[in-house]
């Protein structure tokens, strides 16, 4: 039941992390405008996401403009997009997987693939932390380079995002899922049905049956009565100092 119990917990910590990971890579707030130098006071703020750009004005309307164009983009961006959508393919995978290898599934349920399962999914929900974090870490750095960069006009620099923040804790829920799933399953438990027993050896018949308390005791016969079944003669009894007229 404890086993089971740790299972549930990699697995929903692993499903909050791909439902963080989807939410992440669809908002707009990975990079929002710098409040720094003449940007103080302004009426309108700009935010960038993988898939579009937004601006929000003081009046409280939203504008976004998807990107068009895909071969335009940075390069930054198109391997952000890249790493965000194998991170949530993989832990879509993950979730599917694991969920046929838990001990309270019926799926595969007396097969030996099914510890297999159980690992594979919680290795899958480990790769797609770290491709998670392997993008909003990526992010983050370029961030905080154009951010510093004296070169940069103060208009054009961006700070960290919601959606960032985000993604740093999907991946981190990810990754705790997948290790919960592993540690979880890195034995295989032996099936009392199948473990070896020794038996002991039986011991000869003749002493099985005497030992036996249904068998009854052999007869006892006299060790006269065994030396032969005929009756005397008259030479024996004579020859012995006896006379059979003395009987008759």
């Not at 473990?195 to 068998?215: A, G, K, Y």
Request: proline share 7%.
């Amino acid at each position: 039941m404890a086993s089971m119990a740790v299972q549930l917990l990699g697995f929903f910590l692993g499903l909050l992390g791909l439902v963080g990971s989807v939410v992440a890579t669809v908002l707009p707030h990975w990079r929002r405008t710098a409040y720094v130098g003449s940007n103080i006071i302004t009426a309108t703020a700009y935010m960038k996401g993988l898939w579009m750009e937004c601006v929000w004005h003081s009046t409280g309307i939203y504008q976004c403009e998807v990107h068009r164009s895909m071969l335009a983009l940075p390069p930054d961006l198109q391997a952000a997009r890249a790493l965000m959508l194998l991170s949530c393919l993989t832990s879509t995978l993950a979730a599917l997987v694991s969920s046929a290898g838990m001990k309270c599934t019926r799926c595969a349920r007396g097969s030996s693939i099914k510890h297999a399962l159980a690992i594979s999914g919680g290795v899958c929900f480990l790769s797609a932390g770290m491709l998670c974090l392997i993008t909003v870490c990526w992010t983050t750095n370029d961030v905080i380079l154009d951010f510093y960069n004296p070169i940069l006009p103060e208009g054009m620099k961006y700070e960290i995002g919601m959606a960032v923040y985000l993604g740093y804790v999907s991946a981190c829920l990810s990754l705790m899922g997948g290790a919960v799933l592993c540690w979880n399953c890195e034995g295989r438990p032996r099936n009392p049905l199948h473990l070896p027993r020794h038996r002991h050896p039986c011991p000869p018949l003749v002493f099985n049956t005497i030992n036996s308390p249904n068998t009854p005791a052999p007869p006892y016969y006299p060790p006269a009565a065994l030396k032969g079944n005929y009756a005397p003669s008259r030479t024996s009894l004579s020859s012995n100092g006896y006379r059979l007229n003395d009987y008759v």
